[in-house]
Nanobody
Framework: QVQLVESGGGLVQPGGSLRLSCAASGSIFAIYTMNWYRQAPGKQRELVAT???????NYADSVKGRFTISRDNAKNMVYLQMNSLKPEDTAVYYC?????????WGPGTQVTVSS
């Protein structure tokens, strides 16, 4: 199993940038596919970005070209660089580690995009 803690959320104006970080511990981090999800008030949790153990990446259409997911296996970290933020990006962002039937989640970090 892996324990996850997100950081880097906050309030940002439309058009601004934020970098979310997720620190992992407790297992061999490099074997996991890492995901960022988000959940806005009244909406279902949605997958935002994925990076596999081979560093293949995938993005939701709504964030393509604006968000970048990356990982540093030496530091057990995964990141989400978010640029050109929009009010509709407002949500709680969750880090997820997945391997087979296992899914681990962090507590989430709030991102609010507002003027």
């Amino acid at each position: 199993q892996v324990q996850l803690v997100e950081s880097g959320g906050g309030l940002v104006q439309p058009g601004g940038s934020l970098r979310l970080s997720c620190a992992a511990s407790g297992s061999i981090f490099a074997i996991y596919t890492m995901n960022w999800y988000r959940q806005a008030p009244g909406k279902q949790r949605e997958l935002v970005a994925t990076i596999t153990n081979l560093r293949n990446t995938n993005y939701a259409d709504s964030v393509k070209g604006r968000f970048t997911i990356s990982r540093d296996n030496a530091k057990n970290m995964v990141y989400l660089q978010m640029n050109s933020l929009k009010p509709e990006d407002t949500a709680v962002y969750y880090c997820n580690a997945a391997r087979g039937a296992y899914n681990g989640w962090g507590p989430g970090t709030q991102v609010t995009v507002s003027s």
